[in-house]
């Protein structure tokens, strides 16, 4: 059995955590604690936010790529994950992850407040129960409701601030969770063989690419909606509306592109703007926040 060098471990624990989603995961955090701030929040309330979130997400992520150890070797996109290749052993993979999962919660209950450690913690567990060791395998819901769990920083993000909820970031989460179907779906249509090699019923698997383009032109709309929802809600100004208008037509255009035309190249194309939709979107929140407070 080879030797696996120290640094080969090290990159495989990153590996675990998944940073490039955690990354769009905190992306949707600032925002969000400048819109609850009214204004810039202290820098070290973002760092300790932003590091209390990366180990909670990133604790999650490490538990669903232990639980799908079995299926990662079958598919294309995940064969090349540190479980598969030896990299690390599952018991190590499992002290790691309960282990920086444990220490976000910590984390967050000292140096923010405890109403951000438990919506951490809570987004951990619906992730871990409800998706990926439920939903992910039985259901093509899987992701419809299972994506309630990458909405939950922006209530993190408010709830740092304010140590409470309310209308602001409920319907941010609400812009996510419905944002996150036609977004992984798109993901699902380029992958659709290894997903029905492993057996899991996504949606394009069960019921075909045209129903699921026509879904995610459906869901396109509600995300549209909710982000102009989010502008009296939020007491937003003309820099973000004229942005919701004009990112949610483009985002529902794409969307109609792979109803149209479902394609890997197209159904790739609006998973590429998705990702680009929630980073301007959410940019441009921060930026109309700070520019009618004068910072």
Request: net charge positive; charged share 10%.
């Amino acid at each position: 059995m080879p030797v696996i060098s120290l640094k080969n471990k090290l990159f495989g624990f990153i590996a675990l955590m998944k940073l490039r989603v955690v990354e769009l995961l905190l992306i949707t955090t600032v925002p969000t604690m400048v819109v609850a701030e009214e204004g810039l929040p202290s820098l070290w309330l973002i760092i300790a936010t932003l590091f209390g979130g990366t180990l909670a997400a990133g604790g999650a992520n490490a538990i669903n790529m232990y639980i799908d150890r079995d299926i990662d070797k079958l598919m294309e996109r995940t064969k090349g994950r540190p479980l598969v290749t030896g990299v690390l052993s599952s018991r190590e993979a499992l002290i790691f992850a309960i282990g920086i999962e444990i220490l976000a919660f910590l984390w967050l209950w000292l140096f923010v407040n405890f109403l951000s450690a438990v919506l951490a913690i809570s987004a951990c567990f619906f992730y871990v129960f409800i998706y990926s060791l439920w939903l992910k395998r039985s259901s093509t819901s899987n992701i419809v409701i299972g994506g309630a769990a990458g909405a939950v920083p922006v209530l993190i993000g408010w709830s740092s601030v304010t140590n409470s909820l309310d209308w602001p970031p409920v319907i941010l989460f609400l812009l996510i969770f419905l944002w996150t179907p036609p977004h992984f779906w798109a993901l699902a249509i380029r992958y659709r063989e290894d997903y029905s090699n492993a057996k899991v019923p996504m949606l394009p698997v069960v019921v075909g690419t045209k129903v699921t383009g026509y879904r995610m032109v459906l869901y396109a709309f509600q995300v549209w909606a909710m982000s102009l929802i989010f502008v009296p809600v939020a007491d937003m100004g003309l820099i973000y509306l004229i942005s919701a208008i004009s990112l949610g037509a483009i985002f529902t255009f794409f969307s109609f592109q792979v109803m149209l035309k479902p394609t890997r190249k197209s159904a790739m194309r609006l998973f590429g703007f998705s990702i680009s939709y929630i980073t301007m979107l959410f940019s441009l929140i921060a930026i109309d926040q700070l520019v009618r407070t004068g910072f």
